[in-house]
Structures are given as C-alpha cells and as structure tokens.
C-alpha cells in the first residue's frame, strides 16, 4: 500500500513567545513541524519543545537565508511555510491534506486572510506591502528563495508545475493597528535600503517619486483600498512610500546593520 506523502510544516521565528503558541497548535495535522529559530532571547525554543516540534537555532542577516536553511531541513514530502503571526484553520488543514494526496503539481498558492487589530481587511493589499496570496505550499526541492533581507525573490525548479491556488485562507494577524502599519514600513524599508546597498543598484529619485502616484493608484483603487475606509488608505500610503523611502535611506542614512 503506498504511504500518503508526508507534510512539513515550517515556521520562522525570532523573538515570537507570545504568538507561537497559537500557530503551533493550529498545525498539529502536521507530520512534522520545524521552527526556525533566528537570534531568538526569549522562551521561543521552549515554547516549540512544548509543542513537539523540531527546532535549528542560528543567526541569519538575510531572510531568504534562514527560510531556506529551514526548508532545507524539513523531511516531508511537501512543505507549508506558515509564519508565526499565521494560524491555519482547519478548514484549510483538511484542504491541505487532500491536495498533496492527489496533486499533479509543485506548488500551490496559499490565500490569505490579512486582519489589522480584530479587522479583516481584504481589499488593497500589495505593493510590496502585505500580501493577498503566496505560494505557500510546495514540494521539497522545488523553491528556493532569494537573498534579500525583506521580501526576497522566489524561484523555482524549471520543471515545476503551478498549481490552482487553495480555496481556505490561512488566517494572518500581523498587524495590531495602523501605529503597527507605519513601524512595518519603517522597518520593511530599512532593510530594502540595506538590500539597495549591497547591490548598488539604487534606481533613480524620479522613478522612485512617480511610483508613489501608481502604487497608491493600485492599492487604493485597482485592489479596492478604498473599501477599507481609513486603514486602506493607510495601506496604500505605505504602499506608495515604500520605494522613495528605501531609495532615500540607501542614499542618505548610515549603514544600519538590520
């Protein structure tokens, strides 16, 4: 009788006590859970002990470093990358489950239900700034991210097969409010002024300056923003900042280690 594929699930984490919890116990349906501990001082590796899941320990300045060493540990036939302010219902466990038993292809992309503080929003997101759908869900092997510090590139075997995307979100709680909104941009766009950096590649100020006008155009219009009331147009804002505020800290700022 031949064995159902096996599922690992993987989460990276630093400093992440206080939401692991909730995360862990929504993938039990899991063959496998992998926590990625990057610099973590909290209680985050007993948290994940606790909940019986294997832990790699290490220090990664660069995101697409660490998810891939964590990819790169998992065992499982097929990898859902979950983060830790992520839970997954059990809606989408079941769907999951059913599509790695019978899929024809690689990879599949993941929806997701974004909330800021107990609100969901749905409308307005991308642009670099949040993020509607990813492809989440995968074979082992098949991807391999970039290496960036904050929304690193993706790519995948030459091979590989894209999937229909799953039906269940998963559930995203990476936003406590809008003061939570700007400290993300704060923090995305220093780290893409040290990605700038390192290549040297900072663009122009002009370019920079008209994608203000189209990226708030597709977040608060073409995405729908505007149906967010007040936290859409926040959402567009630091959509349209996004790239004028990262090319002027790469020119501008010191160098900050992040």
Known sequence: MTQPPRLSCLVVAHNEEA????????????????????????????????????????????EGDRRNAGIAACTGDWVLEVDADERVPDALAREVRRTIAGSAFDYHLVRVDNYVGDRLVRHGWGASFGRRMHPGLFRHGIKTWGRQRVHPALSFAQHARKGPPLDTPVTHYGFGGIGDLIAKLNAYSDRRAADLRDTGELGSAADNYRRIVSRFWKCFVSRKGYREGGIGFVIAVCGALYPILSYLKAKYDPPSGV
């Open 19 to 62: 939401r692991l919890p909730a995360c862990l116990a929504s993938l039990a349906f899991a063959d496998e859970v992998l926590v990625v501990l990057d610099r973590c001082t909290d209680g985050s590796r007993a948290v994940a002990e606790a909940a019986g899941a294997r832990t790699l320990e290490g220090a990664w300045a660069v």
